[in-house]
């Protein structure tokens, strides 16, 4: 089975452009998303162009400020104050990498906790890992979907993560302990990799190394879950599992791309619908 996350990601985009509609009703306007980019990476750009065309789509306003890769950091958090400040901002995303010269934990830590749409605020995280009320990474949130949408029992069963980013790794470990798996979190530094990954009933691998997991590392029958997305020498979109000659060995298995990404962009959404309902709904 092949598990479109694009498909999932559009269903769910047509019922929240419902229930923003309703939120217009209630509240009086939508829900709005800031995205801040430094810099022109293509791949960011590319990133935040989704994000804002997803958001149009749903009937969420954004608007994404583009500033050059030398703003200073100063400018930079006084943006964020600004947009801290401002009551009819939301959602606030800053989109990383961020240029060397300046201090992403620093930047990230300046986000007010209820407006960090990418679940990345030190509070938030410590949130997830404490088991109190916070805003969720966008793709560990999606990746969680895509099982439930899988009809995949997560309870009991082994999973091994493979990546211990801040962004997937480490907080989708976590969303699968919530869900009474037994997780293993294995890294591109792992001796014998694939010892490890042939344990997995669910494998959910992050490490942008394309084709890392060949058909050899992976149990017959498993659920895998690839969130590493690369562009190979041609500029063609590769993930980390050599899907060809894996996806005949496995029960489901997310395809690159059209997998895991379109979710990612679904969650940001909910997020952002989140912290409108924390500032309106406190009720
Ligand atoms: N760059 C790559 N993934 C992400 C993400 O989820 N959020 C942000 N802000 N930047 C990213």
Known sequence: MIL???????????EMAVQ?????????????LAVILLGDDAGSVSYVTGKARNASEVGIRSTTIRKPSTTSEQELLELLDTLNEDTEVDGILVQLPLPPH??????????RVEKDVDGFHPLNVA????NTKGLTPCTPRGIIRLLDEAGVEIAGKRAVVVGRSMIVGLPVS?????????????????????AVTREADILVVAIGRPKLITADMVKPGAVVIDVGV????????????????????????????????????????????????????SL
């Open 4 to 14: 479109s996350g694009k498909e999932l990601a559009a269903r769910r985009k047509v």
């Open 20 to 32: 923003v509609q309703e939120l217009e009703r209630a509240y009086g306007r939508v829900p709005h």
């Open 102 to 111: 300046i201090d992403t934990d620093k930047v990230i830590s300046r986000i």
């Open 127 to 130: 949130a997830l890992w404490q």
């Open 174 to 194: 976590k969303l699968l302990l919530d869900r009474n798996a037994t997780v293993t979190i294995a890294h591109s530094k792992t001796v014998d990799l694939g």
């Open 230 to 281: 690369t562009r190979d020498a041609n500029n063609k979109l590769s993930g980390d599992v050599d899907f060809t000659n894996v996806e005949p060995l496995v029960s489901v298995i997310t395809p690159v791309p059209g997998g895991v990404g379109p979710m990612t962009i679904c969650c940001l959404l909910e997020n952002t619908i989140d912290t409108f309902l924390f500032t309106h709904a």
